[in-house]
């Protein structure tokens, strides 16, 4: 039998904070949390908010319109106060609502000519459904048609009016009878009645497009769509749910231009900030005994709710509409104001718009508009700079704004109707001290708040910008395309990134970037564009290629859970591809954690993971140093650290005919995962030893023996190694070509005179080989340098002119067309290996003498 008792001590009161970000909206908690942005306000008070430390701020994102005067009026206040004291009955349907009755003949009174039947709702999307449901009952058809990049709410009918599909996916919106054409095009709104007569029921708008950016139509526009539906016999509804009540420093939008809708939609503002209260406003006419009687609510014009907007409307109407004027004259202004920081800062606001107290400052979406290679360039090209900016305003200026919800490169400036003077001035002072920051590409006067540091003072002049190459070039009609997906090996890499990242240490680097990674979602993917070069090949023969950045070390990468890995990994590749990319490389770790790519499944364009290219640089690196040292490495014992993997298992099969022994190692404590692995790879190396013309002793002895792996490994050409220390300590040759993020051998490790070809990235022998071992040369086979006359110029951890071979093979695949030698899987083609070793020596890819820097006589 089920245990049915409660466990009082379960109902004690706990955090609000925690309660939040466990049982309402963890997701949401997680992204507020990783901009500082999940502040706890105790109190608010007219536009000002207060936290529980009593930290003021200026509340200039005013509940997306919803707090026409401030927090906590006292006149909103004194009308529900006013009905405890009298007792008025509050819920009673059906019944005569008096409260209900007298809130519609107020709002008849200031709604556009003829508007006087009224339904009362409890939301702006619940509005927009009413509306609908009118238009349909009315005329007889279900047809609706509403503009792209409009929002209408989010229950099922008002999503499938918004016109963003990526606010309606997986919902079932839009459902049949909704079709979108262009915002502002009067001409698009003609064309689509002509088309289909008798099929609209409604033409549904917003007057000025509040989440789509704060977007103005074209003037006249109003005026123009009230003709066309007046031609076509189709109704006009305008949504002015977050324009309405004075926001516009009108009582509504519509008047800006005369025009009265048939059906207009009200809610916001109408609450007083208190209470959520809507309406729909409507001609007699259109409402029939068919929908008045199946129309009905629980909740809607209820005498609470009806008295507080009642008193709304008083307020808005006193002293000759002193406070919708107030908007008016303020939101001119700070137009006015927003316009010369505009003017001063054109490479990061690239537009200023709105009316009255509803305005949006848009911010630039251009990779390059720091003038060098820049972290807060790819996070504006993210559309992300809002966000940024935003948190910086909050935390350090104290001042709440937000952005729009589908136009994210646009500030929403939305304040209470009552805001002063004094207060505009202020946000304008600071918004110039946050834009100052981005134009030069200050990362420590916009992040520093984040990670404790103390605050910047002045933002550096525009003339202090260092210079350097944009990022991002235009692309040539006659360019072939690739992508390759990057991100920092470890914290140092991420430091090279951007030389604002300099400032910070090695644990506020790594918190910026959990920062960044916590901030990404299902609607905004953690892959960003870095920016793009041209590699000039042989034969005229030129590709255009993005670097698409993921904000994770190699580390974290491993540490992700595998279905979040591959989505990670996975919007990367689609960034890519949208941007243009016939084929994709999978940098780093990207490839790893995908199992070589092919846990990314099908793809709309060939990926690689580079691999092969990276054996072959790799393979002609080994040959090479081994011809310069004069090593006969015929008698040379070989070890291959990764030899499980595609490049040590590659490698150690085109060196198996070339050397004396080989000794394989796997990772550590996997021994009965890995083993397996090792001896198929195993295998492999001595088929690839007996079935050529090898000069090696492993050769002659896998002739001897038949090829029999047991005999081989009796005799010790063969050796298995988990430790990988004790497998380099006898080998003249190393390979090391693991996925570990962190170095496997020290320097103390290696014998006299070895050769090390350390393919790892980040590698997997200590950088500090130069000063403990100079008998020992280390270098980094995988890195390759691009054809002279390439601009490739991003800088990524590596000196200029230097590439890795994962990049360059997809750099060779994309300037060949051959998409064929993409390397996928651990199994490598040995003829994709020589044949890109040919390709690089026709398109100009050579070894990098660079390679060798690590070496102790250098």
Same mark, same amino acid.
């Given at each position: 039998?089920?245990?049915?008792?409660?466990?009082?001590?379960?109902?004690?009161?706990?955090?609000?904070?925690?309660?939040?970000?466990?049982?309402?909206?963890?997701?949401?908690?997680?992204?507020?949390?990783?901009?500082?942005?999940?502040?706890?306000?105790?109190?608010?008070?007219?536009?000002?908010?207060?936290?529980?430390?009593?930290?003021?701020?200026?509340?200039?994102?005013?509940?997306?319109?919803?707090?026409?005067?401030?927090?906590?009026?006292?006149?909103?206040?004194?009308?529900?106060?006013?009905?405890?004291?009298?007792?008025?009955?509050?819920?009673?349907?059906?019944?005569?609502?008096?409260?209900?009755?007298?809130?519609?003949?107020?709002?008849?009174?200031?709604?556009?000519?003829?508007?006087?039947?009224?339904?009362?709702?409890?939301?702006?999307?619940?509005?927009?459904?009413?509306?609908?449901?009118?238009?349909?009952?009315?005329?007889?058809?279900?047809?609706?048609?509403?503009?792209?990049?409009?929002?209408?709410?989010?229950?099922?009918?008002?999503?499938?009016?918004?016109?963003?599909?990526?606010?309606?996916?997986?919902?079932?919106?839009?459902?049949?009878?909704?079709?979108?054409?262009?915002?502002?095009?009067?001409?698009?709104?003609?064309?689509?009645?002509?088309?289909?007569?008798?099929?609209?029921?409604?033409?549904?708008?917003?007057?000025?497009?509040?989440?789509?950016?704060?977007?103005?139509?074209?003037?006249?526009?109003?005026?123009?769509?009230? !003709?066309?539906?007046?031609?076509?016999?189709?109704?006009?509804?305008?949504?002015?749910?977050?324009?309405?009540?004075?926001?516009?420093?009108?009582?509504?939008?519509?008047?800006?231009?005369?025009?009265?809708?048939?059906?207009?939609?009200?809610?916001?503002?109408?609450?007083?900030?208190?209470?959520?209260?809507?309406?729909?406003?409507?001609?007699?006419?259109?409402?029939? $005994?068919?929908?008045?009687?199946?129309?009905?609510?629980?909740?809607?014009?209820?005498?609470?709710?009806?008295?507080?907007?009642?008193?709304?409307?008083?307020?808005?109407?006193?002293?000759?509409?002193?406070?919708?004027?107030?908007?008016?004259?303020?939101?001119?202004?700070?137009?006015?104001?927003?316009?010369?920081?505009?003017?001063?800062?054109?490479?990061?606001?690239?537009?200023?718009?709105?009316?009255?107290?509803?305005?949006?400052?848009?911010?630039?979406?251009?990779?390059?508009?720091?003038?060098?290679?820049?972290?807060?360039?790819?996070?504006?090209?993210?559309?992300?700079?809002?966000?940024?900016?935003?948190?910086?305003?909050?935390?350090?200026?104290?001042?709440?704004?937000?952005?729009?919800?589908?136009?994210?490169?646009?500030?929403?400036?939305?304040?209470?109707?009552?805001?002063?003077?004094?207060?505009?001035?202020?946000?304008?002072?600071?918004?110039?001290?946050?834009?100052?920051?981005?134009?030069?590409?200050?990362?420590?006067?916009?992040?520093?708040?984040?990670?404790?540091?103390?605050?910047?003072?002045?933002?550096?002049?525009?003339?202090?910008?260092?210079?350097?190459?944009?990022?991002?070039?235009?692309?040539?009609?006659?360019?072939?395309?690739?992508?390759?997906?990057?991100?920092?090996?470890?914290?140092?890499?991420?430091?090279?990134?951007?030389?604002?990242? $300099?400032?910070?240490?090695?644990?506020?680097?790594? !918190?910026?970037?959990?920062?960044?990674?916590?901030?990404?979602?299902?609607?905004?993917?953690?892959?960003?564009?870095?920016?793009?070069?041209?590699?000039?090949?042989?034969?005229?023969?030129?590709?255009?290629?993005?670097?698409?950045?993921?904000?994770?070390?190699? $580390?974290?990468?491993?540490?992700?859970?595998?279905?979040?890995?591959?989505?990670?990994?996975?919007?990367?590749?689609?960034?890519?591809?949208?941007?243009?990319?016939?084929?994709?490389?999978?940098?780093?770790?990207?490839?790893?954690?995908?199992?070589?790519?092919?846990?990314?499944?099908?793809?709309?364009?060939?990926?690689?993971?580079?691999?092969?290219?990276?054996?072959?640089?790799?393979?002609?690196?080994?040959?090479?140093?081994?011809?310069?040292?004069?090593?006969?490495?015929?008698?040379?014992?070989?070890?291959?650290?990764?030899?499980?993997?595609?490049?040590?298992?590659?490698?150690?099969?085109?060196?198996?005919?070339?050397?004396?022994?080989?000794?394989?190692?796997?990772?550590?404590?996997?021994?009965?995962?890995?083993?397996?692995?090792?001896?198929?790879?195993?295998?492999?190396?001595?088929?690839?030893?007996?079935?050529?013309?090898?000069?090696? !002793?492993?050769?002659?002895?896998?002739?001897?023996?038949?090829?029999?792996?047991?005999?081989?490994?009796?005799?010790?050409?063969?050796?298995?190694?988990?430790?990988?220390?004790?497998?380099?300590?006898?080998?003249?040759?190393?390979?090391?070509?693991?996925?570990?993020?962190?170095?496997?051998?020290?320097?103390?490790?290696?014998?006299?005179?070895?050769?090390?070809?350390?393919?790892?990235?980040?590698?997997?022998?200590?950088?500090?080989?130069?000063?403990?071992?100079?008998?020992?040369?280390?270098?980094?086979?995988?890195?390759?340098?691009?054809?002279?006359?390439?601009?490739?110029?991003?800088?990524?951890?590596?000196?200029?002119?230097?590439?890795?071979?994962?990049?360059?093979?997809?750099?060779?695949?994309?300037?060949?067309? $051959?998409?064929?030698?993409?390397?996928?899987?651990?199994?490598? !083609?040995?003829?994709?290996?020589?044949?890109?070793?040919?390709?690089?020596?026709?398109?100009?890819?050579?070894?990098?003498?660079?390679?060798?820097?690590?070496?102790?006589?250098?």
């Amino acid at each position: 039998m089920t245990d049915t008792t409660i466990d009082l001590s379960v109902l004690e009161s706990r955090s609000g904070r925690s309660g939040f970000a466990e049982n309402v909206n963890p997701e949401l908690y997680r992204l507020l949390s990783a901009l500082d942005l999940d502040r706890e306000y105790v109190r608010g008070d007219g536009t000002v908010l207060f936290d529980a430390s009593g930290r003021r701020y200026l509340d200039f994102a005013g509940a997306y319109g919803a707090l026409p005067f401030g927090h906590g009026p006292t006149p909103i206040w004194q009308a529900i106060n006013d009905v405890r004291c009298s007792g008025e009955a509050i819920f009673v349907q059906p019944s005569v609502l008096t409260a209900a009755g007298e809130l519609a003949d107020r709002l008849g009174r200031i709604a556009p000519d003829g508007l006087t039947r009224t339904t009362f709702v409890n939301s702006g999307a619940e509005a927009t459904e009413v509306a609908l449901k009118l238009a349909r009952a009315h005329t007889g058809r279900l047809g609706v048609l509403t503009t792209g990049n409009s929002f209408h709410g989010k229950t099922l009918g008002a999503l499938s009016a918004t016109g963003n599909i990526k606010y309606q996916s997986g919902f079932g919106a839009p459902v049949a009878g909704f079709d979108h054409i262009a915002f502002g095009d009067a001409d698009a709104l003609d064309a689509a009645l002509t088309a289909a007569p008798n099929h609209y029921a409604v033409f549904l708008v917003e007057p000025i497009q509040g989440e789509g950016g704060v977007v103005c139509p074209p003037d006249g526009y109003l005026r123009r769509v009230r !003709d066309v539906c007046d031609r076509h016999g189709v109704l006009l509804a305008f949504d002015e749910v977050q324009t309405g009540l004075g926001r516009t420093g009108r009582m509504f939008a519509a008047e800006h231009e005369g025009v009265v809708p048939d059906i207009l939609t009200v809610a916001k503002a109408l609450g007083g900030g208190i209470v959520p209260v809507g309406a729909v406003l409507c001609a007699p006419k259109l409402v029939d $005994e068919s929908f008045a009687l199946r129309h009905t609510s629980t909740f809607a014009g209820n005498a609470l709710a009806a008295r507080v907007g009642i008193a709304v409307i008083d307020e808005l109407t006193r002293d000759d509409c002193a406070v919708v004027t107030n908007a008016a004259v303020l939101g001119r202004e700070l137009t006015k104001d927003l316009g010369a920081l505009a003017e001063k800062y054109p490479s990061v606001v690239t537009d200023v718009r709105g009316r009255g107290l509803l305005l949006g400052i848009e911010l630039t979406a251009d990779v390059n508009f720091v003038g060098r290679q820049s972290l807060l360039g790819s996070i504006a090209e993210q559309h992300n700079l809002t966000a940024v900016i935003c948190s910086y305003l909050l935390n350090v200026e104290g001042i709440r704004v937000a952005p729009t919800l589908f136009g994210t490169r646009v500030i929403r400036i939305e304040p209470p109707l009552t805001v002063s003077a004094a207060q505009c001035a202020r946000l304008v002072a600071a918004l110039d001290r946050a834009l100052g920051y981005a134009a030069v590409g200050d990362l420590d006067g916009l992040f520093g708040h984040l990670l404790g540091r103390p605050t910047v003072g002045t933002p550096p002049s525009l003339t202090a910008l260092r210079p350097g190459r944009t990022p991002d070039i235009a692309v040539r009609s006659t360019d072939r395309r690739f992508a390759f997906i990057a991100h920092p090996l470890d914290l140092g890499f991420f430091a090279a990134f951007d030389p604002a990242l $300099e400032v910070f240490d090695h644990s506020e680097r790594q !918190d910026l970037l959990r920062r960044f990674a916590a901030s990404t979602s299902e609607l905004d993917p953690a892959s960003f564009v870095i920016g793009s070069g041209r590699v000039v090949g042989g034969g005229d023969a030129t590709a255009h290629g993005d670097l698409i950045g993921m904000p994770y070390t190699s $580390e974290q990468l491993l540490h992700l859970p595998t279905e979040q890995a591959l989505r990670v990994v996975g919007g990367a590749v689609e960034l890519a591809i949208s941007r243009g990319a016939t084929v994709v490389g999978l940098g780093g770790y990207s490839s790893v954690i995908t199992g070589n790519g092919l846990g990314l499944g099908a793809t709309s364009r060939p990926i690689t993971t580079g691999n092969t290219f990276t054996a072959a640089a790799s393979l002609r690196a080994v040959r090479r140093v081994c011809r310069e040292r004069g090593i006969d490495v015929a008698q040379a014992r070989v070890t291959i650290l990764g030899a499980a993997g595609a490049i040590g298992r590659t490698i150690g099969k085109q060196l198996a005919g070339e050397v004396g022994s080989i000794a394989l190692v796997g990772r550590q404590g996997e021994s009965s995962v890995i083993a397996p692995k090792l001896w198929a790879a195993a295998q492999e190396m001595v088929a690839s030893a007996t079935g050529g013309s090898g000069s090696g !002793d492993l050769a002659g002895a896998a002739l001897e023996m038949h090829g029999d792996l047991d005999d081989l490994i009796r005799s010790g050409h063969i050796e298995f190694f988990t430790d990988p220390v004790a497998a380099v300590q006898d080998s003249l040759i190393v390979i090391a070509a693991t996925s570990a993020p962190h170095a496997l051998i020290d320097p103390t490790d290696l014998m006299d005179g070895a050769i090390v070809c350390d393919v790892a990235q980040p590698p997997n022998i200590g950088r500090d080989v130069r000063g403990e071992r100079p008998d020992v040369t280390v270098f980094d086979g995988g890195i390759v340098r691009v054809p002279s006359g390439s601009d490739f110029g991003l800088t990524y951890g590596l000196a200029p002119g230097l590439t890795y071979a994962c990049m360059a093979e997809t750099m060779l695949i994309a300037l060949s067309g $051959e998409f064929d030698l993409r390397s996928i899987g651990t199994s490598l !083609d040995g003829d994709s290996v020589e044949r890109l070793g040919e390709l690089a020596d026709v398109h100009g890819f050579a070894l990098a003498e660079a390679t060798r820097w690590r070496e102790g006589s250098q």
